[in-house]
């Protein structure tokens, strides 16, 4: 497909008429007739708003002309799985799992691979083979090649160290040590919970990472782990694949 019909399928699809449109992203209708008739295409600006407005990428806008690849893991990419800037405006370089609410997610390489290796193996890769090709391909990404430019130098990673060691604070009974998190997308478990006023939350929103674990004990029994800067939830799942229940909610 190319701009216009991008474009004109968006609009119908939000139900929205060329006036709304136009109001939304501060042209003219007569310039959104233009685009759906190929005459012009938006400029840099406009292509911004609608990325925003649509909850689509650029890239998708004009057409997909690009190939869009993880700068950080290698992951091919959709615009259901982009990653956000601080603004929650999509980045067309990296994936939710890497770069999220404007923060890169991995500062070590090694451990990158191990995450990654566990899901690359199957019919096409062996684990020897996955580790191996992981370990040729992500030191060639703009991520890794720019890291000293782009890092936050570790302050990232010492949240996630400062929050382990409150999570592990509070001596959960039966609950495993915690010794890393890792970033979780939303959809994983789009579960709503309840809190001690009676209230109950939603807590992962789709369009947001957060940070979290499973972790095993005997039994079939195991904890999850889900976390931000805002919110402490941890759930206890019991065996058979029940119904998780709350074990503690804390407000950070």
Same mark, same amino acid.
């Given at each position: 497909?190319?701009?216009?019909?991008?474009?004109?399928?968006?609009?119908?699809?939000?139900?929205?008429?060329?006036?709304?449109?136009?109001?939304?992203?501060?042209?003219?209708?007569?310039?959104?007739?233009?685009?759906?008739?190929?005459?012009?295409?938006?400029?840099?600006?406009?292509?911004?708003?609608?990325?925003?407005?649509?909850?689509?990428?650029?890239?998708?806008?004009?057409?997909?002309?690009?190939?869009?690849?993880?700068?950080?893991?290698?992951?091919?990419?959709?615009?259901?799985?982009?990653?956000?800037?601080?603004?929650?405006? %999509?980045? !067309?370089?990296?994936?939710?799992?890497? *770069?999220?609410?404007?923060?890169?997610?991995? &500062? $070590?390489?090694? @451990?990158?691979?191990?995450?990654?290796?566990?899901?690359?193996?199957?019919?096409?890769?062996?684990?020897?083979?996955?580790?191996?090709? %992981?370990? !040729?391909?992500?030191?060639?990404?703009? *991520?890794?090649?720019?890291?000293?430019?782009? &890092? $936050?130098?570790? @302050?990232?990673?010492?949240?996630?160290?400062?929050?382990?060691?409150?999570?592990?604070?509070?001596?959960?009974?039966?609950?495993?040590? %915690?010794?890393?998190?890792?970033?979780?997308?939303?959809?994983?478990?789009?579960?709503?919970?309840?809190?001690?006023?009676?209230?109950?939350?939603?807590?992962?929103?789709?369009?947001?990472?957060?940070?979290?674990?499973?972790?095993?004990?005997?039994?079939?029994?195991?904890?999850?782990?889900?976390?931000?800067?805002?919110?402490?939830?941890?759930?206890?799942?019991?065996?058979?694949?029940?119904?998780?229940?709350?074990?503690?909610?804390?407000?950070?």
């Amino acid at each position: 497909m190319n701009t216009k019909d991008i474009l004109y399928g968006l609009r119908t699809k939000h139900g929205l008429s060329q006036d709304d449109l136009a109001e939304k992203v501060f042209v003219t209708r007569q310039a959104v007739s233009r685009w759906e008739k190929g005459e012009t295409v938006p400029n840099t600006e406009t292509l911004k708003l609608l990325s925003r407005l649509f909850n689509v990428s650029i890239n998708t806008l004009l057409g997909s002309p690009r190939q869009l690849v993880c700068q950080c893991c290698g992951m091919p990419l959709e615009d259901s799985v982009l990653g956000r800037n601080s603004d929650g405006s %999509l980045n !067309e370089d990296y994936c939710r799992w890497c *770069y999220a609410d404007g923060t890169y997610t991995y &500062s $070590d390489m090694d @451990e990158l691979i191990e995450v990654c290796v566990r899901n690359m193996i199957g019919e096409n890769f062996s684990e020897e083979q996955a580790r191996a090709y %992981l370990k !040729e391909a992500l030191p060639k990404l703009d *991520y890794w090649k720019r890291y000293e430019e782009l &890092s $936050d130098h570790g @302050e990232f990673e010492a949240f996630k160290k400062k929050l382990i060691g409150e999570i592990n604070d509070l001596h959960i009974e039966g609950m495993p040590k %915690l010794e890393k998190l890792n970033a979780l997308v939303g959809s994983y478990v789009n579960l709503a919970y309840p809190l001690p006023s009676g209230l109950s939350v939603k807590f992962l929103d789709d369009r947001t990472t957060y940070l979290g674990n499973q972790l095993e004990t005997g039994g079939g029994r195991c904890f999850g782990v889900l976390a931000n800067k805002d919110f402490l939830l941890i759930c206890t799942y019991g065996e058979g694949g029940a119904d998780p229940e709350l074990v503690l909610y804390k407000k950070r």
